[in-house]
Structures are given as structure tokens and as C-alpha cells.
């Protein structure tokens, strides 16, 4: 994915009249607006006293302790503030929203947690590391010496170098790299399986082997949405367009939380390019060629493949406005639903409810199991310009993120690594939380602009406008590309 340009912060330039008061400032050039790109040294560590701050919105101070811990016990001089409002998780708007009034007053954190498609509209915030300061605490001799981007692009999974990385200055680091996977209700999975088999016995509809294929697509968990479209039919309940039991939550924006990045997966899995290069317009509408000399259109191609589990006319209706009105986490959660798309932090939430099944987590589905893509989403950690210590705020950052320090905040959070040496390789096989270790090498991103979440409600509406609103793939795919040009380019 391309990068965008510009990532030198813009430095207002104050314009003095005596010597004395340039004086003055140069004295104090660490506490002014002055060269931010010139404040963040590397190597740097004082040992006076020092105070930071870090806001974070994903993870309790608990989930951070440790981090704290063994940080504060190299820099003991070094005392971290950690703020985190419960009600932020829930709300990343508020937590936004929040963070910019408090750095537009200057009493922000020196450390700011973003989400990873926040960057580009915030970076204005944001002091990018000192030059090749990234590999100073690394034991890898293979990283020793390396420059930050290629720091960022060897020690850590690819994704995090087309989101960290703005010309040639790296602005942020993970702690995690989440992405999309499959939750399966395992009870729900297993009633089907045996309804199958039961109904077979009394009409023979379906041949020895084929009741066996579905027996373990049911119970493995399907590898591919061919494999997602066997089973759908056999779980899905309905009368008329009433559904009782649904298979999967798909189809549409409103009522599925991660339908914008569900749909950002079939996209990518589609071969679809999203944006053009220069990252200024949408490219999902356009048509490509294929090897063979056909036209298609792959952007429509993912959305329609995505709708048809809204659409009552198709065999694979799983899921519509009406039956489903708080969500689909819900309505897994009530045992409504067999599968679910979601995020690691899913699990979690699953484990501290009080939930009457078993529930298990399988690969995202694919369309082609030999290229795995599936959507990244996750956080970084970065350095304010309110930040009056940002060479101690980076060094907290560089410890923290490519050491063994962030060891504990994985085991806390049950969150996968970033880092490729903690990941693994993709296993098409793994279950349960390994599926995200693995996933981490496939994820991938695409650029939103200075507003993702209205490019995330773009989605949300291409979806609703073909299966609520009657419009034609090609006229919603259309309209959703224009809507997200503009945001593109600023055009609001």
C-alpha cells in the first residue's frame, strides 16, 4: 500500500526581535512548539525526575502493569501515570474526542494510544522517533543498526510498516496486531450435526458422504466460504422472512458491529484495490482484467457476496433488521447465532460473561486458503507533541513494544504479538487465540484518510443501500465510492 507523504510535523516559526529573548529560547527549545521535529533525540535519557502520561482506551491498568513495572525498575527516576476511563472501550469517539480537547489545552498524555486507521488524521499530533533509535534496545544482531523503517518493516508483521511509517519517519508502535477470525457456538454446531443426520435417516435427501462432509465442516469449522455456504442452510431457522436461528451474521452495515471491516476483508480477499496509489480517491468501483481478458468488477463481486446472507430470495438467508436488533454480539451471546466475525477482544468478553455453551475460534474464511487475508484492527502506542520528555516517552515506547517487556501485556491481554518473531507462521489448522498469532501475518490495512469512521459508515451504507434501500450493486458500489473520495480529499 502506498504511503503518504509529508511526514515532517510543520514547525511554526517564531520570529523574535532581540537576542535576548532568541536567547531565551533556545534555552528553552525542549519546553516550546519550536523544532518539534529536532526534539526527540536518541540516546537521550536523563536521570532526574520525570513524570509521563499514557491514555489509553483497549486495556485496564492492570493489563499495563507489568510494563510498567519493569520499565520503572531500569528507570527508576521515571514515575507513568495511566489513565484509562471504562468508558472509553465502548466508545472510542469519546475517548477521541476526549484526547483532543485535553491536548488542545495542553494537558494531554505524553503517550497516546490510536487506533491504527486513526493515524493519518491525527499524525499532526503526534513526534515521530529520532532517527535510528527504533533497534537501540533490540538483541538481534540481524536488527542491530537498522534504520527505523527498516526496523519497523523486519522486526515486526507487515502491516504495521504500511501504518506506522509516513515518508520516512515512524510515528507509533504496537503492542498487538489484531485481525478478523471465525466464533463458532460448538453446542449450536454439534445440534445441527445431529439434526442432520437424524432428518437424513427419515428422507435420504443427502448422500452418506455428504452428510460426513457436513458433520465436519460443522465441527472443524469451515475453511472457506464455500465451505461457510454448505452449512449456512442446515443451521439457519426461518419462517418466511423471520429467522429463529441464524447461521452467520452477514449482510448488513447496521446491526453487525465489525461489518465495515468484514466487508474491508472480502474486499482485500477479492484482490480488490480499494485506493488508488496516490491514496486521494476510491478504486473499489473500478474494473479489472483479468489474465484471461474478462472484465469484472471485484469490488461489486465482495459486496454482493456479502449481502446475499441479507437477502430472503437466497439459500444462504441468515440475518435481516428486524430479528437481530441489538447486534450481533448479542445475539450470539443469547445463543441466537452459530458464527460470528470478530476481533481477539472478543474472546475475553466471552470468557467474563456468563454464557451457557462452548464456543471455539477458527481462521477468518477465505476465498482463496493459499493467499489469507483478513483485516487488521489494533492500536499504537505514540508520542504527543504535549509531551515535554519525548525521548524518555520513545524510550518507554521502544522498551516496551521490542523487548520481552511486552510479554506480559500479551499474556495479560490474551492479545497476539506484533512482533514476527512471537507470532508464527499462518496455521490453517490453529484454534482459539493461536488463530490470531498466525493471522497477524495475513492482516492488512488499507487508508481511510483524516476520517475513518465516516469511511467505515460508507460501508456500512453500501451494504444497507443494497439490501434495505433496493439500490443495484453497481449503483450503491458507486455511490460509496464517491462519498469516500470526497473524505479523501477533504471534500465534507
Not at 521535529?37 to 507489568?66: C, N
Request: charged share 20%; with cysteine; aromatic share 8%.
Amino acid at each position: 500500500m502506498a504511503l503518504v507523504n509529508g511526514g515532517e510535523l510543520r514547525v511554526r516559526a517564531l520570529c523574535v526581535a532581540t537576542k535576548t529573548i532568541l536567547l531565551i529560547l533556545v534555552t528553552a527549545v525542549a519546553f516550546s512548539g519550536c523544532a518539534r521535529k529536532d526534539r526527540v533525540k536518541p540516546g537521550v535519557v536523563t536521570t532526574e525526575p520525570v513524570e509521563l502520561t499514557i491514555w489509553r482506551a483497549a486495556d485496564s491498568h492492570e493489563s499495563f502493569e507489568r510494563i510498567i513495572e519493569q520499565y520503572r525498575s531500569e528507570r527508576p527516576n521515571v514515575n507513568i501515570n495511566y489513565v484509562h476511563n471504562p468508558a472509553w472501550k465502548n466508545d472510542p469517539e469519546l475517548y477521541l474526542k476526549d484526547t483532543i480537547e485535553a491536548l488542545a489545552t495542553g494537558k494531554g498524555p505524553d503517550i497516546w494510544s490510536v487506533r491504527n486507521d486513526w493515524l493519518p488524521g491525527q499524525i499532526n499530533k503526534m513526534q515521530a522517533a529520532a532517527n535510528d533509535v527504533l533497534s537501540t534496545h533490540t538483541k538481534d544482531e540481524n536488527l542491530k543498526n537498522k534504520n527505523n523503517t527498516e526496523f519497523i518493516r523486519e522486526a515486526f508483521v507487515p502491516v504495521v510498516g504500511e501504518n506506522v511509517v509516513f515518508g520516512d519517519k515512524v510515528y507509533g508502535l504496537p503492542l498487538s496486531v489484531d485481525s478478523l477470525a471465525l466464533y463458532l457456538n460448538t453446542d449450536m454446531m454439534e445440534d445441527v450435526g445431529v439434526e442432520i443426520e437424524n432428518k437424513n435417516r427419515t428422507s435420504a435427501a443427502l448422500m452418506p458422504e455428504e452428510v460426513k462432509e457436513l458433520k465436519t465442516i460443522l465441527v472443524k469449522g469451515p475453511k472457506n466460504w464455500t465451505e461457510v455456504m454448505k452449512i449456512v442452510p442446515y443451521i439457519t431457522v426461518r419462517q418466511g422472512t423471520t429467522i429463529t436461528r441464524a447461521a452467520i451474521a452477514m449482510g448488513l452495515g447496521k446491526n453487525i458491529e465489525q461489518a465495515p471491516n468484514i466487508i474491508s476483508s472480502l474486499l482485500l480477499q477479492n484482490n480488490t484495490k480499494i485506493v488508488t496509489d496516490d491514496n486521494s480517491a476510491a478504486n473499489f468501483q473500478n474494473s479489472t482484467e483479468t489474465a484471461g481478458g474478462t472484465i469484472e468488477y471485484p469490488g461489486q463481486g465482495a459486496i454482493k457476496f456479502y449481502t446475499y446472507f441479507s437477502n430472503p430470495r437466497t439459500q444462504v438467508y441468515s440475518w435481516n433488521e428486524g430479528d437481530f436488533t441489538q447486534g450481533a454480539r448479542r445475539a450470539f451471546m443469547n445463543g441466537q447465532l452459530a458464527m460470528i466475525i470478530e476481533d481477539s477482544s472478543f474472546y475475553a468478553t466471552l470468557k467474563a460473561s456468563n454464557i451457557k455453551f462452548g464456543f471455539s475460534v477458527v481462521n477468518m474464511p477465505q476465498i482463496n486458503p493459499e493467499s489469507p487475508r483478513s483485516y487488521a484492527n489494533y492500536w499504537v502506542e505514540t508520542v504527543t507533541n504535549n509531551s515535554r520528555h519525548p525521548e524518555i516517552a520513545w524510550d518507554f515506547l521502544i522498551k516496551s513494544a521490542t523487548t520481552n517487556a511486552v510479554g506480559g501485556y500479551l499474556s495479560n491481554t490474551k492479545r497476539p504479538p506484533a512482533l514476527k518473531e512471537k507470532t508464527g507462521e499462518y496455521d490453517e489448522g490453529a484454534s482459539d487465540l493461536d488463530v490470531f498469532k498466525g493471522q497477524a501475518q495475513a492482516a492488512e490495512s488499507w487508508y481511510k484518510g483524516a476520517e475513518p469512521n465516516i469511511a467505515d459508515q460508507i460501508f456500512r451504507n453500501w451494504a444497507d443501500n443494497i439490501a434495505l434501500s433496493g439500490m443495484s450493486q453497481a449503483e450503491a458500489t458507486n455511490t460509496a465510492a464517491s462519498q469516500l473520495t470526497s473524505i479523501l480529499q477533504n471534500k465534507r
